[in-house]
């Protein structure tokens, strides 16, 4: 740890705590609030800011670090994030191990990011925390906007991660990678780089590259320019969810009359095809639009065809004007 600066913060210290002091106003004296560290820059810039902000308000401020256990000395390095940030003022600190399946059928970082929520669900609801913030910057909204682009995903995917959702907020979707390394670097405070973010292997670091090529090319401020896409697009989605949110609840249960659904607005029967199909066992990550864009076909372009088959087994079907999704029929 280095020596620590006092007085007027630096320009990205101030940048960080206000962005967390933003968030931590929703908070009553007394909250807990975790903050999810890796050790990265990103964290750490925001478990030290989160520190000074809530001090100042009478929160208590404490981090879970995660282990996925995918790289050789992986603990060691989970554990000396951990002492980081116990260094740092924060209390309690939690240093967890879990299992990734490197196999899994959604692939290994969606299956690392299942993993990692369900650590910190499990210590949010044994801690009683309040919050848990996570350390996502305007730069990995902005690529995330553009994997978004590259596989064709619609205007929930463009959409971006969420400032809020449930307990967790991300403060510093407006703050960038930079600037996070800034304010370490002024407050003393030192971090660890991932190699797995320098690895092309990882589709993350294929879509920063990417991005940095197209920003030599096209000039500064895409990143900026995709986040704040991200955030316009956001809105109309967050309208189309919800109106397919209460379509599903006016179908009800399976089978569904044709005519109801076919009745709904294409953007909202897309979106309401897909909560049907996860409903009834479809796992999300493997669901696209090429599966929902084959049920909408049993209603707007019917000839007789058989079933749709869909990821987990299932199987969307239409029969005597109705629509169903159900598990394939056992062949004895």
């Keep these: 740890m280095g020596t620590r600066a006092w007085g007027r913060p630096h320009p990205a210290v101030a940048a960080v705590r206000s962005a967390v002091r933003a968030v931590l106003a929703e908070c009553d004296p007394g909250d807990l609030v975790l903050v999810a560290c890796s050790g990265g820059a990103d964290s750490t810039a925001l478990a030290d800011a989160a520190r000074f902000e809530g001090e100042r308000i009478g929160l208590r401020v404490g981090a879970v670090v995660v282990d996925h256990g995918l790289q050789p000395g992986s603990r060691e390095v989970a554990e000396e994030a951990g002492a980081r940030v116990r260094a740092l003022g924060l209390d309690p600190v939690g240093v967890t191990s879990t299992w ?43 690529e995330q906007v553009l994997l978004g682009l590259a596989r064709g995903s619609g205007a929930r995917s463009l959409a971006g991660m969420p400032a809020a959702r449930g307990r967790y907020r991300r403060p510093l979707l407006g703050v960038t990678r930079e600037q996070t390394r800034a304010a370490c670097t002024a407050e003393g405070v030192t971090w660890w780089d991932d190699p797995m973010n320098d690895d092309p292997a990882v589709t993350r670091v294929r879509a920063r590259r990417a991005l940095a090529d197209l920003e030599a090319d096209l000039g500064p401020g895409l990143a900026a320019a995709l986040a704040r896409s991200a ?38 029967r897309t979106r309401t095809w897909r909560r049907l199909a996860v409903a009834a066992g479809c796992p999300a990550g493997q669901l696209s639009s090429r599966h929902t864009d084959a ?9 007789g065809q058989g079933p749709v088959h869909l990821p987990g087994g299932l199987r969307a079907t ?15």
Excluded: F, K, N
């Excluded at 049920?295 to 000839?303: P, Q, S």
């Excluded at 109705?322 to 394939?328: D, E, L, N, T, Y």
């Design 295 to 303: 049920c909408d076909r049993l209603l707007t372009h019917w000839r």
């Design 100 to 142: 990734v399946m490197a196999d899994g059928p959604d692939g290994l970082e969606a299956m690392a990011r299942a993993s990692r929520y369900r650590v910190l669900d499990a210590a949010a609801e044994d801690l009683g925390a309040r919050l848990v913030l996570l350390g996502h910057t305007r730069d990995d909204q902005a």
């Design 231 to 268: 955030d316009q697009l956001r809105e109309d989605a967050d309208h189309l969810d919800a109106l397919a949110d209460a379509a599903v609840a006016a179908l009800g249960s399976s089978p569904w009359p044709v005519d109801a659904l076919a009745d709904l607005p294409r953007p909202v």
């Design 318 to 332: 239409r029969s005597d004007g109705r629509v169903s999704i159900a598990p394939a029929a056992r062949v004895e």
